[in-house]
């Protein structure tokens, strides 16, 4: 459904995104142990979490009978563009109320247009505190550079690793130029990166948002072309690499699998930790990611081997699946 000569939906941010879960007791313990905080419980089949940031929440969990991912939201800037999209997008619904989420607010949802799953927008939200959280503020020390004072020292407590706030999240789509045109069409996303495969096909893309000079992350959603249509990730910062690393520990000495990480990305430029939670869905701890503006220009290159990491562990198979 293009809207190519029609006012584009005006997305400001991502907020949060929804995953639906056959066994909340596995779920709650290991949201825990990756660094989200309980903000919310409606009841033990639906809780919302949020991060230390001043979003009202980041992930709601919810109770079903199949595990699955319920999509992302972003907040626009105006009711006049939920109304838009209630009246343009595919299977849109009309505006509704959040009347159970932290920050309340309005939201529309509705479906990509190739592959069904659902995908939120949202306005009037109330912004959250931050949380008043130990995190480490320390100088670093260089060979030639010393900025930590004399007599002062590191020291760490092993914990998880706090979220900040939702960063990206990505998808495989089964129609990589149905669902590009589509998002460029609809929104202000505009291509970071753009993946080809040999014969200059593009086949991956990294969307940021056009926020004009406004500082933005270099990408917050991304999609590439496969088959079946599965969900990929979704992505939360923390606070920096000591606090990443030891939530890396904390979840490795609680049994659960990782899936990519710790390693230093090439497009973004982040710092990853890819884990697998006990449903099967990977979860991303970030840091140090690029920040652009509307001077950067689009940027394509050939998928290959280099052009997912400068260093960390070899991408494993089931990564790329």
Known sequence: MAATNARKIQLVRIAHVYY?????????????DFGFTEEKRVSDDKIYYRGYGTEPWVLC????????????????ESEEDLQIASERLPKATKIYE???????????TFYDPVDGYPMHLVYGQQSAQMLDIPLPHTPVN????????????????????????????????????KAYEFYCANFNFIASDLIHDQDKIDRTVFYRLDRGKEQVDH???????????????????????????????????????NCWGVGRHVLGSQIFDYWYDPHGFIMEHYVDGDLVDDTEPTHRSQAGPGSL???????????LD
């Open 219 to 257: 990408h917050v959603f991304f999609f590439a072309e496969g088959s079946p249509y599965r969900v990929h990730h979704s992505s939360f910062e923390t606070h920096d690499f000591d606090t990443q690393v030891l939530g890396h520990d904390w979840l490795r000495e609680k049994g659960y699998k």
């Open 61 to 76: 969990a919810i109770k079903a009978d199949k595990a699955e991912f319920g999509g992302a939201a972003f907040v626009v």
């Open 309 to 319: 990491h400068v260093w960390g562990p070899d991408v494993p198979g089931d990564f």
């Open 98 to 108: 959040l009347e159970d989420a932290p920050g309340k607010g309005k939201g529309v």
């Open 142 to 177: 260089y060979p030639l550079e010393k900025n930590r004072p004399v007599n002062t020292f590191q020291r760490f407590k092993k914990r998880p690793a706090p979220v900040h706030k939702l960063g990206h999240f990505g998808v495989r789509s089964t129609n990589f130029a």
């Open 20 to 32: 639906k879960y056959t066994d909340m007791d596995k779920a709650v313990e290991f949201l825990n």
